[in-house]
């Protein structure tokens, strides 16, 4: 198979499986997203904090894991409203599937999607992150931004943590993207700049988690692979990969699995990937993994006839 890392687009979003379940329920204060009037003039800010601030602090943003949103401000009403892309059911099932006893496939809780709520907590944002202006749209730039915002929805709908690339060189090859909050913001702010909004001209850096690999090889997906006619060797690897990396009840539990891990991917070099919907296998080079705090300038916008 050829390499297209960008992830596939789907017709609809299907419903979770029930057996998914989120230990934070998903946007429990959304709201649909407000028509705003043509002539409003609606401030857009940049908002990140380190991922889980709302449980461990600044924690995770020493290693710069950082979650990012974006916020408005309609000059009109006064009132202010938050955007942002997360995982359904937390990053662990977006990263590592569930190994099901009565299911020979692994099996994903995936999803990932858009959540729109009245009110920015700007403790949250201002206390370990950033919150900061970054441009001014009119409410006719805002309605479109929204009918886009329903379609990329509803069409990108799985979380995938992992960028792979070949080296850590800036030129490198990227094997497959990831698709996760950050990158959700900057498809917004590229909506936002083609409908006309002109940026201002500050840094913005984001996280990406970065496995390093030689050139990935295509597998299957479910079917090809764990299905009546699938590979029993191949199905019996990818389950055996996954397996240490679940949930853990005690320390003693969690090492032992972390030397399988280390064991398997660093000096063994291998890793599988599920990306849209597909297996892969990754053979693993140095420096294996890296999180990166990297800059991705604002866009710049091609004026058209939505004027502020």
């Given amino acids: 198979a050829t390499f297209t890392p960008a992830m596939k687009r789907f017709d ?66 006064g009132k202010n409203y938050t955007m942002e892309w997360y995982e359904l059911f937390q990053l662990g099932n977006c990263t590592f599937p569930h190994l099901r006893p009565d299911m020979d496939a692994p099996f994903w809780c995936n999803q990932g999607a858009a959540c729109f709520y009245e009110g920015i907590d700007d403790a949250h944002w201002k206390e370990n992150g950033t919150l900061v202006l970054v441009t001014t749209i009119s409410g006719a ?14 069409t990108g709908i799985y979380y995938e943590t992992w960028t792979v690339q070949a080296s850590p060189n800036k030129q ?16 917004t702010y590229q909506k936002l700049a083609d409908l006309g909004a ?53 320390v003693r539990e969690f090492f032992v699995d972390l030397l399988k891990i280390i064991d398997r991917v660093i000096l063994n070099h291998q890793f599988y990937l599920f990306y849209n919907l ?22 710049i916008g091609n004026k058209t006839s939505f004027g502020v």
């Fill in 12 to 77: 609809y979003r299907p419903k979770a499986d029930p057996y998914c379940q989120a230990r934070y329920t998903f946007c429990p204060t959304g709201s649909a997203i407000p028509v705003m009037k043509e002539e409003d003039v609606i401030e857009v800010y940049r908002l990140q904090a380190p991922v889980w601030e709302f449980k461990y602090g600044d924690l995770l943003g020493h290693l710069k894991i950082m979650h990012d949103a974006v916020g408005f401000k309609s000059s009109l009403t």
């Fill in 141 to 154: 730039m805002f309605n479109e931004m929204a009918k886009w915002v329903k379609y990329d929805n509803e």
């Fill in 172 to 187: 490198s090859i990227v094997w497959f993207d990831s698709y996760e909050c950050s990158k959700f913001i900057l498809r």
């Fill in 198 to 250: 002109i940026f201002k001209k500050i840094q913005t850096n984001y996280t990406s988690i970065i496995l390093f690999s030689g050139e990935p090889i295509y597998l299957g997906n479910e079917t090809s692979i764990f299905g009546p006619l699938g590979n029993k060797t191949l199905a019996a690897a990818v389950r055996d990969f996954y397996y240490p990396f679940k949930p853990h009840r005690t």
């Fill in 278 to 299: 597909e297996y892969w296998f990754l053979p693993m080079k140095f420096p294996y993994l890296k999180i990166i705090y990297e800059e991705v300038p604002l866009p």
